[in-house]
């Protein structure tokens, strides 16, 4: 008997997978992501009569065809890392459906373990099962289970148990006998020759069976053929592909899965049995009101209102604790140096790193809010029927229909916008979706917004101006999508089995899991990266220091103040005066400010000076700051967006063009550093998010210069 066994756990997605590996492997599991793909990677451990059992939740997945990402990383966890058993989760409701991943499985010869999952709900639309028969013909231990209930675990690990044994002792590699699948005398002479020739030159024979290879080179499988450097086996598959598509009329492809089908078929009529007339389900009661063209997308925005809602409104208490805390914390810190004294220890550890974590930390309440939403949501069935209801709008612009739930979370917040860009099964979609996200206008860009808006426009047009941004937001966001897909994402639409599972009640410790793991994963990886560049920006805002004789100055200035005023509210005044000219001489000094006034001529077109060149630095860490760092440079103080003296200055110094344009660049700009770390994580890759934070500000750059020259030709300047 093995004393430990690697277990694989593949289905198709809404199969009930991970309800499964919850329930094997409870809390002893962890979440990561497979080497060079944003696919994630979960592991869990359990023991069961004695043997040590390592699962691993591989991606959900329709075929092992090369389609998708998440085809791709399960197709090859099983090829190159030969785990001791594969379990294949069906759902049994939906039994010929899924059991095409099964058939390729057979085909693979790999120890194979089905798990007919939801039984109940089959037995209750009346369906029986002759499971000894169809065993034969899958070659496989058949486990009836219902996932949500733990039904049928232990009957699962004694399976797979006996199935790895049974393939140990076999001798033949893990595989255990197979029964091969005959495609017909079309198909069979050409599947033939071509085995043949793969034999003959041994090409990948170490990692796949010829047979298998040959059948995956006739359905053109793109990742095999990018293996194959051997022009004449190359040639001998486009050869019998280009024939059989002659005699059939049909691609290879087609014609390949038509005998698979056709043989799953078989099987059913044969093993399953109907003992009641199939009738409509309460979910097709649901569907022809939830999936209707009249109330379909009406639900879906109350729906996703609520989501939003959740996200945002319920988060925002906690959000504020976390914010107290950290300024308690702060607050704490500092009273570990002596009043009054200037450290540059104390300034790292206040400004840098407890305010870098804490803009890290604040954001996890949505995360958790926003992933417990849509773990309900997947859970319950109804994100495949979101996704049916908008994808005809959304497949106009590039984007497939369940990249519209990111971008209205993107109105709240961009990270976790991001984050939920993993409810899309192909990598392209989800790029671009990740691209255009920021262009929605989160709730950092609106104390900006509240800022200029009521220093330059009249209260008439305030309703009005705050519109007329966030719908610029969505038309860029439009535009950028359709170019993206015709340009640097450009290809052709990735098939894509858009299936409506029934509605099931959510397990409280799957919807809990879910939700946790996601946002121990922003902790854990994206907090990392916020901390470094919070620490970055505090460095450029701090070096270097105002040079000796301007701070003896501005303190020759106070103590006269304090010699000729005496103590009370006028003096206290004058001094704050004076702090704010020495906050701004500093910030002038620095590598922000000068960088600011390097900038000057590049931000002249826009009709930005250095000042607000300053701030948008600042701003990079968050958007927010932006109106902080105003306050500073117009010696003001530490100002907020309800800030009468910072707008009386803007009034003063800038036209009505100008303050849209600073709206303009804001909306469309780099996205700030926690998106920018988040995009990083989630696409894998620095390219994208460098990427996103360049050709947003490029963007932003074209836009607001064109704007505010347009402005001036008109008059507004």
Known sequence: ????????????????????????????????????????????????????LKIVDLP????LSAYSAEELVARNF???????????????????????????????????VLVFNMSDVARARGFQFDLEKLSRFFGARIVETVGNRGSGMKELLTAVIETANTAEKSGKSGKPFIRQMDYGRELEPEIARLEELIRERGVLRKHFDARWLALKLLENDQELLTQIEDQEIRAQARESASRIEEILGESAETAIAGARYGFISGACQEAVRSTIEIRHTISDRIDSVVTSRIFGLPLFLALMYLVFQLTFTLGNPF?????????????????????GSESLLQSLVVDGIIGGVG??????????????AIAILEDSGYMARAAFIMDRLMHKIGLHGKSFIPMLIGFGCSVPAIMATRTLENRRDRLVTMMVVPLMSC???????????PAFFPQAWHAPMLWTIYMIGIGLAILCAKLLRLTVLKGESVPFVMELPPYRLPTIKGILIHMWERGWLYLK?????????????????????????????????????????PAGEALAERLAEIDNRENEAALRNSFAGRIGQTLAPILKPMGFDWKIGTALIGAFAAKEVFVAQMGIVY?????DEESETLRAKLTRTYTPLIGFCIMLFCLISAPCMATIAITRRESNSWKWALFQLGGLTTLAYLVTTAVYQAGLLCGLG
């Open 319 to 339: 959000m504020d604790w976390i914010d107290g805390f950290f300024g308690w914390l702060g607050e704490t810190v500092v009273g570990f140096w002596p009043a």
């Open 443 to 453: 709730g950092a860009r609106l104390p900006i917004y509240a800022l200029i808006i």
């Open 1 to 52: 008997m093995k004393p430990k066994i690697t277990v694989a756990l593949a289905g198709n997605p809404n199969s009930g997978k991970t309800t499964i590996f919850n329930e094997l492997t409870g809390a002893r599991q962890h979440v990561g992501n497979y080497p060079g793909v944003t696919v994630e990677h979960k592991e869990g451990f359990c023991r069961h009569d004695g043997v040590s």
């Open 78 to 112: 099983i090829v190159n890392e030969k785990p001791d058993v594969v379990v294949d989760i069906i759902d049994a409701s939906n039994l010929e459906r899924n059991l095409y991943l099964a058939v390729q499985l057979r085909e693979l010869g790999v120890p194979l």
């Open 635 to 639: 010696a003001v103080g530490e100002a």
């Open 60 to 63: 959900g997945t329709y075929s």
């Open 525 to 565: 990886k994206a907090g990392t990266v916020i901390l470094g560049i919070s620490i970055l920006l505090w460095a450029m805002t701090s070096f270097p220091e105002l040079p000796a004789a301007q701070k003896q100055h501005f303190s020759r200035q106070r103590q006269e103040l304090q010699q000729r005023l």
């Open 359 to 372: 803009g890290v930390i604040i954001f996890l309440p949505n995360i958790l809010l926003l992933f417990l």
